[in-house]
């Protein structure tokens, strides 16, 4: 099977962490969303969160401006970000689980016990002509659900399978890299389109990255950190060959 170029999300959220660690206009999350373009990015992601902890509205606002590539904007299902949704119209929206206390997205979104108040949340998106995207645990009960509610695209989260990784567990590692790739082949035969991310680094793309049916990644927090020592654009083009090779 070959579902054409990995495409690669460059999520720029952590540009906005350090600018708002000063409070003050540097360094510029636009400008590195357009230097993520013109390093061979497939689009931006970008989570406004409810407390607007690095991404701003205003943010939100240029990307949509400056922006060539498509916004993946993520957000909590809430009617605030809906309403915000509603007045971009981004290319996708990825509706994420968002907890205040939390320091990243920790879990995947719990679809199935949300069914309806997520299908009557998605429904205007989707007239919108946003595409869905439901960033979920690789569970075979939230992605049934996730393909009742009519979403188009789920994007699978890596965060355990990297955990594992970093812990040096390599049992569970090939557990959650078993059923990431079970979880991407079975939300492929119901016809949705399946991306992937939370947590991917160098050293963990590869296996994701060669899954035939994944057609996304989107990658922040490791790609801004190593722009410290490379430089933004070496950072992501290291990536970009990462995944070339593994999908080759
Ligand atoms: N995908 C989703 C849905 C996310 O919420 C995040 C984190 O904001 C990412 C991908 C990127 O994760 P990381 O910053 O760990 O690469």
């Known amino acids: 099977m070959n579902l054409g170029k990995l495409r690669l999300g460059v999520n720029i959220d952590h540009v906005a962490t350090v600018r708002n660690a000063r409070g003050g206009m540097y360094p510029d999350p636009l400008r590195a969303a357009k230097m993520a373009e013109q390093a061979g990015a497939d689009g931006i992601t970008a989570h406004l969160r409810e407390d607007r902890r690095h991404i701003s509205d205003a ?31 981004p290319h996708a929206v990825c509706i994420v689980p968002e907890k205040r206390e939390e320091r990243t997205t920790e879990g995947g979104l ?5 069914e309806n108040k997520l299908a009557h949340f998605i429904a205007p998106l989707r007239e919108a002509g946003c595409r869905v995207s439901i960033f979920i645990a690789a569970d075979k009960r939230q992605i049934d659900a996730a393909h009742r509610i009519g979403a188009q695209v789920i994007e699978l989260h890596t965060g355990a399978y990297c955990d594992a990784f970093a812990d040096g567990d390599f049992a569970k590692r ?36 060669a899954f035939p049916e994944v057609q996304e990644l989107n990658i922040g927090h490791f790609i801004i950190g190593e722009s410290i020592f490379l430089g933004l654009e070496p950072a992501i083009r290291e990536m970009r060959r990462l995944m070339d090779e593994a999908r080759a």
Not at 60 to 73: A, C, Q, R, Y
Request: aromatic share 4%; glycine share 6%.
């Open 59 to 89: 943010d939100i606002d240029g990307l949509m401006e400056v922006l060539t590539v498509p916004l993946n904007f993520e957000m909590a299902a809430t009617d605030e970000m809906q309403a915000i949704a509603l007045r971009h119209k």
């Open 110 to 114: 719990e679809v199935a016990r949300e």
């Open 174 to 209: 090939d557990a959650e890299l078993d059923a990431l790739r079970d979880m991407a082949t079975y939300a492929h035969s119901l016809g949705l389109e399946v991306h992937a991310g939370h947590g991917l680094t160098y050293e963990t793309v590869a296996p994701i990255a």
